[in-house]
């Protein structure tokens, strides 16, 4: 189901009361960009830990935004089945009164949410609002000092537009005479109200709904009355409600406290920490320690998935989307009773009957529905004995136990981040390191293009004219080292730290220059037994 602007307040106590009547909840979002190009060689690599990962990333949230989330809601019914209510929720900055934020796009994410049908109008024209608890501070701190301003250019087109039709009506109108502005839209009929109110003493405002806007002519006690009146739409409670959009369901998520899954969900969860919750802290430690407050139970299937495809002969697939299909297959459990069956309820059908890759709220429904069937193969693996017929969901996380809180971390120095505890220590293949001769200035960049043609290595410069090859396919390894066994610029060998490490040769000639020295001081004072040439020598050295 597909939820904008327009409907979600609408829709927002019924999703409250699913949320906390379902099982878990899993969920998908969709971005603007993912790596930033700023600073350069920003994008993952198999050399970063979690810390430096993590700092990168950093740096692409800040500047990159939500286009679109999926949410995913499971809720068990009798016996072994799930109902999922799957929404796809279009998402765009706040930008009532003051609040106005920027953001990068990169065209290679744009073509390529297009191609799979991503509908940026609703993006632009529909995208519900949301914000941040320091972006909430102070757009309440302005609200409450009551000085109303406008950052948006279109807004004050509006406004200037509305502001003139009343001042020309309310010279000859009559107290306790009404007009009517029209074609308002989300947050203009707050800042019209909120701006005419300010200016003119005389007159109250009242929305009528389908984006209209009751303009009338009072007397200033009449208008004093409104004011403290229980049912004024313009009460700064209701404005600030207004404001944080899609953040309410997001505090709604948090206090549930149902297990969250996702898949790769490194990035998601740094776009929800940044954009609903506090802006990323610098430190990588403290966004892990604020994610598990926020989310206790956190489980990535991308950690679990790449853990069965070790335990059990599956074809070997990426997508989410062949994992769910294989996962599906009528060759896995096909006589199992047991194995959950999972319905999409009547208003969220589209997705039962067409494929949406790449869609939040249908990678969402795939994530979960993975989940699931992950976790009763993983059940049924547990035991000799047969599955009884209706496993509770508690069982489903008991056998998921190693995977909790384990985030898959792509492309690094450990297999994923454990937010609950500390992360494992990185480990790699043996490194290479590639010596330059006779080809002065080649940078990086340079060198990964070289190699990319035989197979994938990341590279990172050691000094001047030595680089480091890193993979993570033993079969790469061997072939760079065949192929340029005898090039005639490019030495490629194992990398020894002893050997090639700058900061240990440093060490190694400082001891070559110490070393002589003493020998030939003690040499010099053997031979010539003279105390006067042996206190020169020590004073020139």
Not at 42 to 65: C, G, H, I, M, W
Not at 77 to 83: A, G, H, T
Not at 465 to 479: A, E, P, V, Y
Not at 498 to 515: R, Y
Request: hydrophobic content about 35%.
């Amino acid at each position: 189901m597909e939820v904008g602007a327009a409907g979600f307040e609408r829709h927002l106590p019924l999703l409250r009361a699913r949320i906390r009547r379902a099982a878990f909840l899993a969920f998908d979002m969709e971005f603007t960009g993912l790596h930033s190009s700023c600073p350069e060689n920003n994008e993952p690599s198999l050399f970063d830990s979690p810390v430096e990962r993590y700092l990168k990333a950093r740096q692409s949230v800040q500047r990159f935004t939500v286009t679109q989330l999926g949410l995913a809601i499971f809720s068990k019914e009798n016996s072994n089945k799930y109902v999922v209510h799957s929404y796809n929720f279009y998402l765009f900055p706040a930008t009532l009164g003051i609040m106005d934020v920027e953001f990068t796009l990169s065209a290679s994410s744009i073509q390529f949410l297009s191609h799979y049908g991503f509908d940026y109008n609703k993006f632009l024209k529909d995208g519900i609002p949301y914000v941040n608890e320091e972006q909430e501070k102070i757009f309440s701190r302005h609200l409450l000092a009551g000085s109303w301003k406008v950052s948006s250019d279109l807004d004050r087109d509006v406004l200037k537009k509305a502001i003139d039709e009343v001042t020309c009506w309310i010279a000859a109108a009559e107290e306790d005479d009404t007009m009517v502005l029209q074609d308002l839209s989300g947050y203009q009929m707050f800042e019209v109200q909120l701006v005419l109110r300010q200016a003119l003493q005389n007159v109250w405002t009242q929305p009528l709904g389908d984006k209209k806007v009751m303009v009338k002519k009072v007397s200033l006690r009449h208008r004093q009355l409104l004011e403290n009146s229980l049912y004024d739409c313009c009460q700064k409670e209701l404005i600030l409600l207004s404001a944080r959009g899609f953040t309410n369901l997001f505090q709604t998520l948090v206090k549930a406290k149902k297990p969250l899954v996702g898949h790769n969900m490194l990035m998601d969860l740094m776009h929800l920490h940044d954009k609903f919750y506090k802006p990323l802290p610098e430190s990588y430690e403290d966004f892990k320690r604020n994610i598990h407050i926020l989310f206790p139970v956190l489980i990535d299937t991308k950690t679990v998935t790449k853990s069965i495809w070790k335990k059990c002969p599956f074809p070997r697939v990426s997508s989410l989307l062949e994992v769910y299909e294989v996962l599906c297959s009528s060759n896995l459990n096909p006589t199992d009773p047991a194995s959950p069956v999972i319905t999409l309820a009547s208003d969220c059908s589209r997705y039962a009957e067409k494929k949406s890759p790449h869609e939040a709220g249908y990678d969402a429904f795939l994530c979960g529905s993975v989940l699931l069937k992950s976790a009763h193969l993983l059940l049924c693996r547990s035991t000799d004995d047969a599955v009884e017929a209706d496993p509770s969901f508690s069982q489903y996380l008991t056998v998921l136990a190693e995977y909790l809180n384990e985030v898959n971390f792509i492309r690094g120095g450990v297999s994923s981040i454990n937010f609950s505890g500390e992360d494992a220590s990185c480990q790699h293949l043996p490194l290479l390191v590639v010596h330059v001769k006779g080809r002065p200035g080649l940078n990086e960049r340079q060198i990964y293009q070289e190699f990319n043609a035989f197979c994938r290595f990341d590279v990172r410069r050691l000094s001047k004219n030595q680089f480091l090859l890193l993979s993570n396919k033993f079969k790469d390894i061997r072939r760079v080292l065949r192929e340029y066994k005898d090039h005639p610029h490019l030495r490629v060998s194992f990398y020894r730290r002893w050997k090639h490490s700058p900061s240990v040769n440093c060490l190694l000639q400082a001891n070559a220059v110490i070393k002589p020295t003493y020998e030939q001081e003690r040499t010099i004072s053997t031979v010539s037994g003279s105390k006067r040439c042996h206190s020169q020598y020590r004073s020139s050295c």
